[in-house]
């Protein structure tokens, strides 16, 4: 029993069942934790390192602790990406969990046709069956889309971020122009520093590269944008090495990117864009956070609309200042604001002078900023505005101040499966009951977002006192709001199935995604189940009882 040749634990087929052994308890431990709750769907696909699409599925849902929780299911291979393929697909996984469609209270998928789609879309076969899936379209994806028009949509700032893409690709298309770029910012930092302009520290001043922008990844173009103002004077003196060690087309790009990168236009734009990049950023990254919530989601956006309005009513001449101040130092030329262009072929036609003031202002500032308020009117009240009404009336910020019992009670009859008759002729005197409470508890002072109240009421026990609140609470919360958890499957997916192990099973890789990925899950289970289950398969029973 004890020969080498029985010790088959490194063996493959061992080794895969006990992986699929561990991501089994892994997933029951996460039903047990939903139990009969509602829930929500997020799903994407993508292909792997093996040209094999992958549909990664990811349930949201209000534990028992009014904590809003996202948790990985499963990665499925699909044949195609068409609507009925990918409806199949989930039919399939919700019935070998148990997952009825019934309690399904929400969907999360991009803009795709084949997932959006009104009449044949992912979103409307799951809605034919329960019209309360109500689908919201990631609203990270959503504010993607609105900076990539402000850069399609406007002429000027197009033609700015071609410009940057041909500086970062020019600068870093070689290792010997990489290598001088990196020196160059290295010597001109250490002078930095001796002579205490700039500090050190962790983090800081350590940037020595530009950073290559990515088309799907917009928070890189505010990185790029920085690392360009930074690095500007070793940019001047590394673009024009191509000059002299290029060819013909690469002498000819690099003189005439210096000589962009050297007008007042070319600052103007690269700190506007940097500025409404930090603006936009910011919510980006707030919005992929697990636990966000669409009543807190719409009231990030509504800010960021009242900072770009705040930007454009009185943020160019501050900016003009700011763009000043970089020609100065860097030795730019300077434009007098108050001169007439008339050098411009647009103006001849219309036989109209206007000065560079009413250009850049106008014609530049005002008009990106604006693009970007249309577009985030536009895309992002498509999700159903009465519901987002009626729910922003649970924001318990300043003191439950947008509470409305009679929208509220409008709220229960959107709902009417989950509130019965007898519950919605209650609930308007639980929610009069209710704010009279909140308000005059102490325990509710201070709470801003709806995931904290929710929690301070299961806390309080409160859940048990207003049921009916809670349960419009719990709905809420379970809108889907961004499908970064699903992003970030796929980015474990390209660690576990690389080009060296590009040969690796969908089941395997799947069991070994769900034990990766939720990976504090898989801490909770015990060892026993686990070796229990992997005991008990077909296939172990079968060399036991050849040994024996």
């Not at 250490?190 to 917009?218: F, H, M």
């Not at 929690?455 to 970064?484: D, G, H, Q, S």
């Not at 189940?529 to 060399?543: D, H, Y």
């Amino acid at each position: 029993m004890n020969a080498l040749g029985n010790n088959q634990m490194i063996a493959p087929k061992i080794q895969k069942q006990l992986v699929n052994a561990c991501a089994v308890e892994t997933t029951n431990a996460i039903l047990v934790d939903l139990r009969d709750r509602w829930f929500t769907l997020l799903l994407d696909e993508a292909r792997d390192c093996s040209v094999k699409e992958q549909m990664a599925v990811v349930i949201r849902y209000v534990n028992k602790h009014g904590e809003v929780i996202e948790r990985f299911m499963a990665v499925v291979h699909v044949a195609t990406t068409t609507a009925a393929c990918l409806k199949e697909a989930i039919d399939s996984l919700f019935a070998k969990y148990g997952l009825p469609v019934a309690r399904l209270r929400g969907q999360g998928y991009d803009g795709a046709s084949n997932m959006s789609g009104e009449f044949n879309g992912l979103k409307s076969l799951i809605m034919n069956e329960n019209p309360y899936a109500l689908y919201v379209h990631c609203f990270a994806h959503q504010l993607q889309l609105v900076v990539i028009a402000v850069a399609q949509a406007n002429q000027y700032v197009c033609n700015f971020m071609w410009i940057v893409g041909s500086i970062v690709n020019a600068s870093a298309s070689s290792c010997k122009r990489a290598d001088k770029l990196r020196q160059l910012e290295h010597d001109r930092k250490v002078k930095l520093l001796e002579r205490g302009d700039i500090s050190s520290g962790r983090g800081l001043n350590q940037e020595t590269s530009l950073a290559r922008p990515g088309d799907t990844q917009w928070g890189s173009h505010h990185s790029t944008l920085c690392r360009i103002e930074q690095m500007w004077p070793s940019v001047i003196e590394v673009l024009p090495n191509l000059i002299d060690d290029g060819d013909r087309s690469s002498k000819g790009l690099s003189r005439t990117l210096v000589e962009r990168m050297e007008r007042y236009e070319f600052v103007f734009i690269l700190l506007l864009i940097k500025r409404i990049f930090v603006i936009t950023n910011h919510l980006s990254t707030v919005l992929q956070e697990k636990d966000q919530n669409i009543v807190n989601a719409m009231h990030l956006i509504n800010n960021v609309k009242y900072k770009l309005q705040k930007l454009r009513d009185s943020g160019c001449d501050i900016l003009l200042e700011d763009v000043k101040k970089f020609c100065n130092t860097h030795s730019i030329e300077i434009i007098n604001m108050t001169d007439n262009i008339n050098s411009r072929s647009r103006l001849k036609r219309d036989r109209k002078n206007v000065n560079f003031y009413h250009y850049y202002h106008v014609e530049i500032f005002c008009e990106a900023i604006d693009i970007i308020l249309q577009e985030m009117d536009s895309r992002f009240y498509e999700t159903t505005i009465d519901l987002l009404i009626y729910m922003s009336c649970l924001d318990p910020r300043n003191s439950f101040s947008r509470f409305d019992v009679q929208k509220l009670v409008r709220l229960t009859h959107f709902y009417e499966d989950d509130f019965s008759w007898s519950e919605r002729m209650l609930v308007e005197q639980e929610l009069e009951t209710y704010i009279d409470d909140v308000i005059s508890d102490e325990w509710f002072e201070g709470i801003s977002d709806l995931g904290d109240l929710a929690k301070k009421m299961i806390e309080t026990m409160k859940n048990r006192v207003f049921p009916l609140v809670y349960r419009m609470i719990e709905l809420a919360l379970l809108l889907p709001v961004a499908t970064a958890t699903v992003e970030r499957v796929f980015s474990a997916m390209n660690i576990v199935k690389t080009d060296l192990r590009n040969m690796i099973g969908d089941e395997w890789m799947n069991d070994s995604l769900v034990v990766y990925i939720e990976k504090d899950v898989f801490n909770t289970v015990d060892n026993e189940p686990i070796l229990q289950r992997f005991q008990n398969m077909e296939s172990r029973r079968m060399q036991l009882s050849r040994i024996r």
